[in-house]
């Protein structure tokens, strides 16, 4: 599949910020992974796994700084892989204080 039909095919409402025209897919693939992970459809998901590769898709999230808990849970599981190899899951424990700091803001704020 070219570059332009998958794209195309994708959900459009991911990419609201994006002038797809322009896009480079191979240049953001982790961009294009990480939002149809944490925001697109299963047939999004679906597109991209058979676009780019469980491999690849797997590459780039171990390198992702930041993924959603349910991102990361469904990465692991279809690939049978651990969430301690992935560089999100320890970004995430090296700052437990910001969720607290977060919902103690949220609460002040209702």
Known sequence: MASKEYISRLSQY????????????????????QRVLEYGTLDDWRLTRDYFGLDRVVA????????????????C??????????????????FPELKKQSMTLLKEKE
């Not at 651990?82 to 995430?92: D, S």
């Open 77 to 94: 599981a279809i690939s049978n892989t651990k969430q301690e190899e992935y560089r999100c899951y320890h970004f995430r424990q090296s």
């Open 14 to 33: 991911l990419f609201w910020d994006i002038d797809m025209a322009q896009l480079d897919v191979n240049r953001s693939a982790a961009q294009l992974i």
């Open 60 to 75: 780039c999230c171990k390198q992702m700084r930041t993924l959603e808990p349910t991102a990361l849970s469904f990465v």
